[in-house]
């Protein structure tokens, strides 16, 4: 199993700043995938994260606006750059170790 | 049409009522997950099932591998249950998660 704290857990933010959300596993893993969940939607896979190689990205979202770190094995974050109301969403990591396990999500408002 | 699907979308009950929420979905899968969205979004994973049944209190959830198909079920429901309750599939070819639209659950006293 694998335990996840992702920071912070919600944030105002001014339109045009950015947010940087952290997410610390308790065990090394692979794979790690990063979520979106907008207002009234179901979660949309931003992106996947492999230690050791680039972010690989699904369609509709990009690097300059969703740029990932992960230095290691126990971490990693997302950026929401150049934020506007239309990134008020839910954020959620993910890791996959012997099954699913999920950080507790970030609530991010734009205004 | 979506690979993971559930219903019902909306589901109102009164206080002690049986409940079950289904989850159908198209894709291969090495597991399926039950997540609850609490009001203020965090999200906790309830159950991960790869075959039968199991049990966590008034929470029961089941799966059928072969038809594709779980159900959660909750027991003697309680106001407190309200939330949404989101079925995620773990695919098996490149291990992301598919995620049904939720079902938004209200427990009336």
């Known amino acids: 199993s694998a335990v996840i704290s992702q920071k912070p857990s919600r944030d105002i933010c001014q339109r045009g700043t950015s947010l940087t959300i952290q997410c610390q596993v308790d065990s090394q893993v692979t794979m790690m995938f990063w979520y979106r969940q907008q207002p009234g939607q179901s979660l949309t896979l931003i992106a996947t994260a492999n230690q050791g190689s680039e972010a690989t990205y699904e369609s509709g979202f990009v690097i300059d606006k969703f740029p990932i770190s992960r230095p290691n094995l126990t971490f990693s974050t997302l950026t929401v750059s150049n934020m506007s109301p239309e990134d008020s969403s839910i954020y959620l990591c993910?890791?996959?170790?012997?099954?699913?396990?999920f950080g507790q999500g970030t609530r991010l408002t734009v205004v | 049409k979506n690979e993971v699907e559930q219903s019902p979308q909306n589901l109102t009950a009164q206080e002690g009522e049986f409940i079950t929420i289904n989850c159908s979905y198209s894709?291969?899968?090495?597991?399926l997950h039950w997540l609850q969205q609490h009001p203020g979004g965090g999200i906790v994973s309830l159950f991960m099932?790869?075959?039968g049944k199991k049990k966590h209190g008034r929470l029961i959830a089941t799966i059928n591998i072969q038809e594709k198909h779980s159900s959660l079920h909750i027991t003697a429901s309680h106001p407190r249950d309200s939330a949404v309750y989101i079925c995620?599939?773990?695919?098996?070819?490149?291990?992301?998660?598919?995620f049904g639209a939720g079902t938004r659950l209200t427990v009336k006293p």
């Open positions: 894709v291969g899968i090495s597991a």
């Open positions: 099932l790869s075959s």
């Open positions: 993910s890791v996959v170790s012997g099954g699913a396990f």
């Open positions: 995620a599939a773990l695919s098996n070819i490149n291990n992301d998660m598919r």
